[in-house]
């Protein structure tokens, strides 16, 4: 557990978690809401998540070489710590899980309609946990790897140029209100979670953290202006009636097109997509084994657990009709664990004495 990272680790590790399956949805869920001004929401959502992790960075300043569950135990106290930790642990988990059911649906639904879905549960929490049970630096250096395709992503995504869009669609822009963009940047917060495995990571980059707010800035940038470009191109290569209609609108809008090399553009996306959907599950399969324990063999003994956990939770859920009700639980719950509580570990921090600070960003 002692495996150190450098910061542009620490970027990729940021924006390999944010960016995954809920995505491809996005655009039809904040239009349903924002209409036009859709994307708006999304830098709206990211303006709100830079303003959180300031929160995090004037956190860590003061506990640089603790990941959060150690923060925790150190500010709280054993019992109430460790009760907290094992709250982080169970929330990961859940998610961990909720996504790897989307992402069976989602296999399910474009390619491989005839498969069971407990094989294909297993294959996609057999590969995170392949990749989980490496150390830090090892899985760093997979998401860095991997994270050329995004650059593709774009690439594939100029092809849609070549069919009509219409840019009034957006237009008049601001005409959806302040109120609506707002409900809109709430359902986009939720499909960019991931920037808080800088609580677990940060402790782990090495050399010098003064200007780490800019890394972690420049992330959350990347990935706002990402899903932001994706969801204006879904704004105006669909009507606003069709938008509301279609589950995965970032995949159908590849679906018609069609190349004399290339066919079926948006089975190449989704092909290339699985990488990132993976790469999110093996974050929050390291960050729950990282909140109960910093010894690495205790770690790598949690990591299986919690893919057994994750597998049952992922099968459960499968078997429903329909998980919309867990999953409303699960983002006002999950919610309340990356912001309110980092704030108030903030705040009762400034009663402690004795805490190392790093320089300023």
């Not at 990488?275 to 010894?295: D, E, F, H, Q, R």
């Not at 998980?323 to 006002?332: E, P």
Request: with cysteine; net charge positive; charged share 10%.
């Amino acid at each position: 557990m002692n495996t150190t990272i450098n910061r542009s680790q620490l970027f990729f590790l940021i924006i390999k978690t944010q960016i995954g399956i809920g995505l491809l949805s996005l655009p039809s869920q904040i239009q349903s809401s924002a209409k036009g001004d859709a994307w708006i929401s999304v830098l709206v959502a990211g303006a709100a998540i830079q303003l959180l992790l300031i929160v995090y960075w004037q956190l860590l300043k003061k506990f640089p070489d603790l990941t959060l569950s150690e923060i925790t135990v150190r500010v709280f106290g054993a019992y109430t710590g460790k009760t907290l930790n094992l709250i982080y642990y169970v929330f990961f988990i859940l998610i961990a899980g909720y996504a790897s059911t989307l992402y069976v649906q989602l296999v399910q639904t474009w390619m491989l309609s005839m498969t069971p879905g407990w094989v294909l549960l297993l294959l996609i929490i057999g590969t995170g946990l392949y990749l989980a049970l490496e150390n830090l630096r090892v899985i760093a250096r997979f998401f860095v790897l991997t994270s050329v395709l995004f650059g593709l992503l774009i690439l594939i995504s100029f092809l849609n140029f070549n069919n009509e869009v219409q840019v009034s669609n957006i237009l008049p822009i601001g005409e959806s209100g302040f109120v609506q963009i707002l409900m809109g940047s709430e359902k986009t917060f939720f499909s960019m979670l991931g920037f808080e495995v800088i609580l677990y990571f940060f402790a782990q980059v090495q050399g010098n953290r003064k200007g780490m707010l800019r890394v972690v800035s420049l992330a959350n940038c990347f990935v706002t202006l990402f899903y932001a470009y994706f969801v204006f191109i879904c704004l105006i290569g669909f009507s606003p009636k069709a938008l509301e209609q279609v589950n995965e609108p970032v995949l159908y809008i590849f679906k018609g097109l069609s190349y004399q090399l290339f066919d079926r553009l948006d089975l190449i996306f989704l092909s290339i997509w699985i990488v990132p959907m993976t790469a999110t599950i093996v974050s929050y399969l390291c960050l729950a084994g990282k909140s109960l324990t910093t010894n690495q063999s205790s770690y790598r003994r949690l990591v299986w657990i919690s893919g057994l956990l994750v597998y049952l939770i992922g099968w459960y859920l499968s078997a429903l009709e329909n998980i919309d009700f867990f999953y409303k639980w699960l983002q006002y719950g999950y919610l309340i664990m990356i912001a309110p509580l980092p704030i108030l570990l903030w705040l009762v921090s400034f009663f402690l004495k004795n805490n190392k600070k790093v320089g300023s960003a």
